[in-house]
């Protein structure tokens, strides 16, 4: 095995690691409907920065940007149509 190999298992355990992080925050907001926390804008600004790093990864072809970055951008996604959502309802 290569060391491209070896890389991209490191990028996978970052990937897996970062994006669990978005996890709770989605969990809590499901649960208890409170958006007040959620930053709209530090979220947005997050999304836009995820849609890059997917760019970037599909340039490189870096299998763990791709799919870091596609499982991101959809938590992150929801977490802005649920402040959205939920910041309405309040």
């Given at each position: ?20 992080g ?9 649960k ?55 910041n309405?309802?309040?």
């Amino acid at each position: 095995m290569d060391n491209k190999f070896y890389i991209e298992i490191i990028g996978i355990i970052a990937a897996i690691l970062t994006t669990s992080g978005f996890i709770p925050q989605l969990y809590k907001t499901i649960k208890t409907k409170n958006v007040e926390g959620v930053s709209l804008t530090m979220f947005s600004v997050l999304f836009i920065g995820i849609l890059f790093w997917l760019v970037y990864g599909f340039l490189i072809d870096s299998f763990a940007i791709k799919i870091a970055n596609i499982f991101s951008g959809i938590i992150v996604f929801i977490l802005i149509v649920l402040r959205v959502l939920y910041n309405k309802k309040a």
